[in-house]
């Protein structure tokens, strides 16, 4: 595999048309453990409850002991964001939670 077949484009909704490359599979993993875990309607989850709500089943291989678990999600939260899959909500400190409609071809 070659070093551009590991890495995928991600967006921000904070950075409108910044685009960074990370690797896919970490992303991929970060992002099928956070889906499950966002509520579908209020109360919504600030970030610092969906990262212990995700952690339990994140791979240890990739996230040994949850190390770097914390940029992960806020990698993969804009970028899920700016594609309409979850949404923030209230003022302050950031609460999310999903859409839940098909996830299947995000970040493939």
Do not use: C, Y
Not at 15 to 29: N, Q
Not at 35 to 42: D, G, I, Q
Not at 53 to 69: D, T
Request: net charge positive.
């Amino acid at each position: 595999m070659s070093n551009a077949d590991r890495k995928i484009e991600i967006e921000s909704i904070t950075l409108p048309r910044h685009v960074h490359g990370v690797d896919k599979t970490k992303f991929a993993a970060m992002r099928d453990t956070l889906l499950p875990v966002l509520p579908t309607e209020a109360p919504d989850m600030f970030v610092a409850e969906t990262k212990a709500a995700l952690l339990p089943n994140l791979s240890q291989e990739l996230f040994p002991g949850g190390k770097r678990a914390g940029w992960w999600l806020k990698a993969v939260q804009p970028d899920l964001e700016v594609k309409g899959v979850f949404e923030r909500s209230g003022e302050g400190p950031v609460q999310l939670f999903t859409r839940r409609k098909s996830h299947n071809t995000i970040g493939r």
